[in-house]
């Protein structure tokens, strides 16, 4: 067995993807563009192990997630599982398909958290950017169920040009619906995203004041409502810590097994994933090569090698890095050291400068949409 | 809204917030919707003094009687991390 290049602690939030079946269309979805099958997902009993490794290997926190994380019909087993392990629940959901006797079998297994979705907080425009009629209503319903239900809830924004200008009527919804927390998050540019960005990306002067409007609603909320803000990074002069470094702090598992260091992490070609069908999930963890390919500060080529920063950024996004220059082993073009830097900044200036196109809704490739969404696995 | 906490207020966990010993890590954790904290001993001890009953006056009674430390230095220690953990809506009061 090849030993750790670089020792790693232990992760401490475990995504759990546990399908890709999902009733809505969002453009910037962050699921791969090559969609697992409802054939290839992991069975209950496969789950079921992978959350006591989890557990054992230290993991603190599962957010259960996909796709629709309610398509499936042993969610409830898993979240049992999960609090029976100590682990914090989650459950992170568009939350269409939740229904009162739905929320209370969840509630009943142990679920503490339940993050809900948002496109936007106009009805019509909500419904479009999803796919979905009827969906906000759906959403907005539900959301106050969560709470009706004495859950924890977060409010999930998803914002960008097409409904960026409703920030501070997303801060009061999050607000009237009483969540706890809300998550003001840009749309980041991979897969679904980027193939969308031109229609998506804000132009700067819109961020700044996003990030203005932000800083307020902190002030102005504080111990009331917490406030998460994920900027889009190309108008930035440093990268993000993305997922707080590459394998160290966090796993995604897809629907089939896969391990990846983050859920975009399929769009890196020549990267070998392995599954947990095939090892344990602490094995992959500290060897799988996905893993150790990007972890710790021994792959970094000039400038991050010799940048103070480090190991404060990691170097940003190596998803990131793959989009824009082809080579995931490169700086992210979001640093300023980057010599791509000036391109990523003039792209995102023209762009979204640009008239919108129409979208490219998420859906899986070449089949009808029967097959996506058996009738058998949607609550009516 | 959110005020300024004092001797008297009486502090506890935020519903959906629990601590718990991290047998991997080695040391206690407190654990919030998609958030870990990781604690330090003293921190560990205050919260677990944080029942929403007891005031806080009281704790810093009991901390101070604990690791004969002078009451006023260890109540404003804990003043000032419990209005942090707050302000991130973690404890209520």
């Known amino acids: 067995m090849n030993a750790p290049t670089n020792p790693v602690g232990p992760p401490l939030a475990l995504l759990a993807e546990l399908t890709h079946r999902c009733p809505l269309g969002c453009p910037y979805c962050s699921n791969p563009l090559t969609l697992d099958r409802v054939r290839d997902e992991l069975d209950t009993a496969t789950w079921l192990r992978v959350i006591d490794e989890a557990a054992s290997l230290g993991v603190l926190q599962i957010h259960f997630s996909g796709g629709e994380p309610l398509v499936r019909r042993d969610l409830a087993t898993l979240i049992g599982h999960a609090r029976k392990v100590g682990l914090y629940t989650n459950l992170i959901t568009s939350a269409v398909l939740l229904d009162a006797p739905r929320l209370e079998s969840l509630k009943a297994a142990g679920l503490e958290h339940v993050q809900i979705s948002f496109q936007d907080t106009d009805p019509a425009n909500a419904d479009r950017i999803a796919l979905y009629e009827g969906g906000h209503e759906k959403k907005l319903a539900a959301a106050r169920m969560v709470r009706a239900a004495g859950l924890a809830l977060t409010i999930n924004a998803v914002m960008h040009r097409q409904n960026l200008a409703h920030l501070p009527e997303m801060i009061a919804l999050a607000l009237d619906l009483g969540a706890g927390r809300l998550e003001v998050a840009h749309v980041q540019y991979y897969g679904w995203a980027l193939a969308n960005r031109q229609s998506l990306i804000p132009p700067r002067e819109e961020v700044r004041a996003a990030v203005q409007a932000v800083a307020e609603a902190r002030e102005r909320l504080k111990g009331q409502l917490v406030i998460d803000h994920v900027v889009p990074d190309y108008y930035a002069r440093r990268p993000k810590a993305c997922m707080g470094g590459w394998a160290q702090q966090f796993l995604n598992i897809a629907p089939s097994g896969l391990v990846l260091p983050c859920h975009a992490a399929q769009g890196i070609p020549g990267l070998r994933f392995d599954s947990v069908k095939e090892r344990s999930l602490g094995e992959i963890w500290t060897h799988s090569e996905a893993f150790t390919r990007f972890r710790g500060t021994s792959w970094m080529p000039e400038p991050c090698r010799s940048c103070d920063r480090r190991e404060i950024d990691f170097g940003g996004c190596r998803c990131q890095a793959m989009a824009l220059t082809g080579d995931a082993g490169a700086t992210d073009p979001a640093c300023e050291l980057s010599p791509h830097h000036a391109r990523l900044f003039e792209t995102a200036s023209a762009e979204s400068a640009a008239v919108p196109r129409e979208f490219t809704y998420r859906r899986y490739a070449k089949t009808p949409r029967e097959e996506e969404l058996p009738a058998e696995e949607l609550p009516v | ?93």
Request: net charge negative; aromatic share 2%.
């Open chain 2, 1 to 93: 809204m959110s005020s300024a906490l004092t001797e008297t207020s009486r502090p506890g966990l935020s519903p959906h917030t629990r601590m718990k010993n991290d047998a991997a890590r080695g040391g206690w954790v407190l654990l919030a919707p998609e958030r870990v904290l990781m604690l330090d001993a003293i921190a560990a001890e205050i919260l677990a003094l944080c029942d929403g009953t007891a005031e806080i006056g009281a704790i810093a009674d009991e901390l101070a009687r604990r690791h004969a430390a002078p009451r006023e230095e260890v109540l404003d220690d804990i003043i000032e991390m419990l209005q942090g953990l707050r302000d991130k809506g973690l404890v209520t009061a």
